[in-house]
């Protein structure tokens, strides 16, 4: 199939991908009379005395919006507001598909972090939860930072900590296979931009002692030059031998390769120089950061993509409309680290045997999101 | 039916009134790789190009905005935002039912007029329209303005003209009924909000001469002290002879009484001193200005009022959703009074045989939104 010809022609006979529906019935009188005025002011007036029972009367008790400001869209990169919004309808689908949560598709015009933060701060009381998406780095860091600090509802840029929680949940059986510990784990990451710095900060919360990670300029170290706030955070978060080098030098004797980055930018030859049984994710889009059969050929002994077209798909599906359909259910003001590690673990373990080319559940596997709402929930408590 | 218990028990059931439905079914690999990566990068490469394409290629097409700041809701005053959402929801099911649009109920926190702006401005590239709702006067003339100025989209806030264009629809089939012409029309407004503002508009651009406005303070005439910058306006635009006094004083041999004010400020006495045969819209919620019994005992020839348990029931949902259906089939850029007028005229006609208790059509009439989207829609050529 043509994706790209079939995709256009779906679109445009459809007009996109979702629609509003009632769950009211509106056939009488009686019912304008329940549905509108005059019955609605009464949970008005209830909300009115108590904003919390927006939850008991409104859309907000099942209701997220998919927010983007169209300025890192997949792999085409700044493409603005309008051009982004099939990738917010498409959440918006699996949201619905997977978990039953109803998503909001909003798209900002403005690439000002202070704009942005405005407007969204605005709107929230509209929704159960914020889902930020395909927001460039380094501005999607502040505005989920300081929205997490101002509102009373969860937010997550999901191409941060939903492409961590599903790459930690891949290496938790990864590391079964291979027989390691998140202790003596030797890990190299390439790329340093937001989902680098969320794989990065999830490890750390698992007890990995050893990270090192590379951006274009080879290894980020703490007393290199230029580096951006994001970047000092990494150099003090990881290297605490403070090497110094390229990426040929940083993947020597190391476990787990994790590629977040650019296509081609990971070698046959560099793969060698990693110890045994070496784990790569490359999950470059569309392209990967070394292609499986040549990864394999090197001797990866288990070898993640981004891709569906090849095993081991590392892909937000399997979090995001798990984790806001625990958020919601548990009516959470907060998302944290340990919510985030419970939702790897959950899609970890649907992974009933898990092997060198299963270390992930399919996009399909209807269980996954029902266990990660649970274990999201269980956090709540 | 105790409509407030009802309302209650039916909004808690099913935690509101709308969700969100896909259009797309997602059943196989396939559908998700049509859908979401690599198919959808397609559309988005399209829009990115043209960005009018997101008009063919997403749900642009056929959403609009339902906004509020909570701020003047039914009766209720300043509720709020959360508290709110339970009229924007309704809104929202009554877009779809009547018009097949799918409408979005966003509540901001804020009721700072440059707020708001920025907020709305921010994100109307994620829809055909915006119908702003329940924002108090004054804010709402500045709000709607600089919107429709700024934005490639249409701007309604539905309080003002929704109100406004089906009042005219209802005078429209008064003025046959007692033979009157819009130009010899004599008319006394009491009430100078959001909505009497608008009603004047449209009753100049019909080529009513002689309107004279009262606020809680009486008569509105130029040399008036302090008197608001909307109030400015409607002095310049109305009451010719720069009369004074109090409402009594200006019902006095008018044809037409219209109420956007508060409950029993009208009496017997006052329908009195009216011309022959007075029209009386009496819409104050949910009391209005004086019962339907009194006027007619006092001898109103027609009286309108906003209920539905009255015959001419004023109500908004006769307007809004073929309003909007028309605009976003147009892909219109803009609202215009004209495009109003005409919506008022298609309104009127879709009462077969007006008659003193037939001056508008019933809500349930499937027949005035689409009379009205075909309407606006011929506006748009």
Redesign the interface.
């Known amino acids: ?1 043509d ?6 022609k ?3 006979k ?11 019935s ?1 056939e009488t ?2 019912d ?17 005395e108590n ?1 919390a029972k ?1 939850y ?8 997220v919006a998919v927010i983007s400001d169209g300025s890192a ?4 990169g700044n ?9 917010m ?9 997977f978990a039953d949560v ?9 690439q000002d972090t202070e ?2 933060i ?2 969204i ?6 929704f159960g939860g914020i889902n930020l998406e395909d927001i460039s780095a380094p501005r999607c860091f502040e505005i989920e930072t300081r929205l997490k600090e101002m509102l009373d509802i969860p937010v997550m840029h999901d191409d941060q900590h939903g492409t961590a929680v599903v790459t930690l949940a891949g290496i938790i059986n990864s590391l079964k296979i291979t027989g390691r510990s998140f202790e003596d784990l030797r890990v190299v990451i390439n790329g340093a931009g937001a989902a680098g710095k969320a794989v990065i900060m999830l490890l750390k919360e698992m007890g990995v002692r050893d990270i090192v990670v590379c951006d274009s300029r080879g290894v980020i170290f703490s007393t290199r030059d230029n580096l951006s706030d994001v970047k000092k955070e990494i150099a003090d978060l990881t290297n605490e031998k403070n090497m110094e080098g390229n990426l040929s030098d940083a993947v020597k004797n190391r476990d787990l390769f994790i590629g977040v980055s650019v296509p081609g930018v990971l070698t046959e030859e560099m793969i060698k120089t990693m110890n045994d049984d070496p784990v790569i994710f490359a999950m470059a ?2 392209t990967p950061e070394i292609m499986p059969e040549e990864a394999r050929s090197a001797g990866a002994r288990i070898i993640a993509t981004g891709r ?1 077209d090849f095993p081991n798909q590392i892909n937000n ?1 399997l979090a995001f409309p798990g984790i806001f359909r625990g958020l919601l259910d548990a009516r959470s003001a907060v998302l944290t680290q340990p919510m985030y590690i419970a939702a790897a673990e959950a899609i970890a373990k649907c992974v009933e045997n898990p092997g060198p080319e299963q270390i992930v559940p399919s ?2 596997n209807e269980a996954v999101a029902p266990a990660v709402a649970n274990a999201v929930r269980s956090c709540c408590k």
Chains 1, 2 share one sequence.
């Open positions: 199939m994706y790209s010809s079939e995709s256009l779906r679109h445009k459809l007009g996109g991908k979702v629609s509003i529906a009632s769950k009211m509106l009188k009686d304008l009379s329940v549905i509108y005025t005059p019955g609605v002011a009464q949970p008005c007036i209830e909300i009115s904003r927006a008991d009367y409104t859309f907000k008790r099942n209701t869209v997949l792999g085409l493409i603005g507001p309008e051009a982004s919004l099939p990738v309808e498409g959440k918006a689908v699996l949201f619905k598909k109803d998503a909001i598709p909003i798209v900002l015009d403005s704009e942005i405005t407007a701060k605005l709107m929230a009381p509209t889009n569309p569906s599906v996009v399909f």
